[in-house]
């Protein structure tokens, strides 16, 4: 019987005519990723570069995460504390926005904080219960440009009129600041508004508010500057 662990990788060779040589490989390599399961993942056994040993919390994994690292995350419901997307990382979802949820262990406040020059693709947010917003882009260094795609928002408010906001763009930002959004998406329920840009820029491709809920304002500039293209707010289509 022979027993093979340690990882998957197995190379088999024979130096001489008289013994095989086996090297099992100790890791899964996958490069400069974290991978992130809320049903299989361990926070106290995970390992970066390791999709056999994923974190379970999204913000743990971020925490261990450095510049150039790709957080992975696997498709769940994931209940997290506030947290910040670390400058030069990319948060991506392997199955997409319909698939990868992500709310807030507390429905109040500002719930991810964007920093730096990050990226973020596939989850679908909810909002909070109060006036604040699920994505918080408020950092003074200049010249910052974070990237987001195919993030949705769904509201979680019961007040009437509703409260919350996908994402807010404040006074704090460095008017050079950027986020550039393709495929914004709004999954239903109730929020006040999915867009608020008070200062820097905010350049949109591809909005679709279907209905299916209550929203007072789809996007407002209070100031910054506003690019967009492919705004859809209305038709069910």
Do not use: C
């Not at 743990?60 to 990382?89: C, H, K, Q, W």
């Not at 006074?171 to 709004?186: P, Q, V």
């Not at 905010?202 to 910054?224: K, S």
């Amino acid at each position: 019987v022979l027993l093979l662990t340690g990882g998957t990788n197995v190379t088999l060779s024979n130096p001489s005519t008289s013994q095989i040589k086996i090297d099992v490989s100790s890791s899964i390599d996958t490069g400069n990723v974290l991978w992130v399961d809320n049903i299989f993942g361990n926070d106290g056994t995970a390992l970066v570069d390791r999709q056999d040993k994923p974190w379970s919390s999204i913000a743990t994994a971020l925490s261990n995460s450095t510049t150039n690292d790709t957080i992975m995350v696997r498709p769940g419901e994931y209940v997290e504390p506030d947290f910040t997307l670390i400058p030069g990382t990319s948060l991506i979802s392997q199955g997409g926005a319909k698939v990868t949820f992500i709310s807030a262990s507390t429905n109040t406040g500002n719930f991810i904080t964007v920093s730096g020059s990050s990226y973020m693709e596939g989850f679908t947010l909810y909002t909070p219960t109060d006036d604040s917003a699920a994505l918080y882009f408020n950092d003074p260094t200049g010249g910052i440009v974070t990237s987001f795609h195919n993030v949705h928002f769904k509201g979680s408010s019961t007040d009437s009129p509703p409260l919350g906001k996908g994402v807010v763009m404040d006074t704090g930002l460095a008017g050079n600041g950027k986020i550039i959004y393709s495929e914004l998406r709004y999954g239903g329920s109730n929020l006040d508004r999915l867009v608020e840009v008070n200062k820097g820029i905010f350049a949109l491709d591809g909005m679709h508010v279907p209905g299916g809920g209550t929203i007072n304002t789809g996007v407002q500039a209070n100031g910054g500057r506003l690019q967009l293209t492919n705004v859809n707010i209305g038709n069910p289509n």
